[in-house]
């Protein structure tokens, strides 16, 4: 998982999470617009990591690509859309949220650190089009039931 918070706060924030029995911080970083804490936690501290007073959102993370330089969002796409791991997401989910349905809503919030291989705008499509292609029955809103 990870979590959001504003930039200069990763390390307060890294300091509570760590605090929070079942809590693992795996480590930090920032993605433009804000400071990154990854971590690891137990079914046991799920509620409390998001009772959190500095976290601003809290994320399960599915998938992770290092851009280089000629990397297509497309290619970006393919690398963070991994259905086991959204599978595994979904069920957390319905676990803290509510009960999945067969039809569900979705938006995608796409950040990157640069725009000079492709922009952003095009990465949240190519990632449209994979959840479109691997949950035909989900469906594109804003606001959504489901944000990544």
């Known amino acids: ?30 993605d433009g617009r804000s400071d990154l804490i990854f971590f690891q936690v137990s079914r046991a501290g799920r509620g409390a990591v998001t009772d959190q007073r500095l976290i601003e959102d809290v994320f399960v993370e599915v ?11 497309a290619s970006i796409a393919r690398q963070v859309w991994r259905p086991d791991a959204v599978q595994r997401a979904l069920s957390v989910w319905a676990e803290q949220v509510r009960l999945l349905s067969r039809s569900m809503t979705f938006r995608v919030v796409a950040r990157v650190l640069q725009e000079r291989s492709f922009r952003r705008t095009e990465l949240r499509h190519q990632l449209i089009e994979a959840i479109r292609r691997d949950r035909p029955r989900c469906r594109v809103a804003d606001p959504a039931q489901v944000a990544g």
């Open 1 to 30: 998982m990870f979590a959001a918070a504003v930039p200069g706060l990763a390390p307060l924030v890294h300091e509570e999470l760590a605090a929070v029995a079942g809590v693992t911080v795996n480590g930090r970083g920032h």
């Open 63 to 73: 998938g992770r690509a290092a851009d280089t330089d000629g990397t297509r969002a």
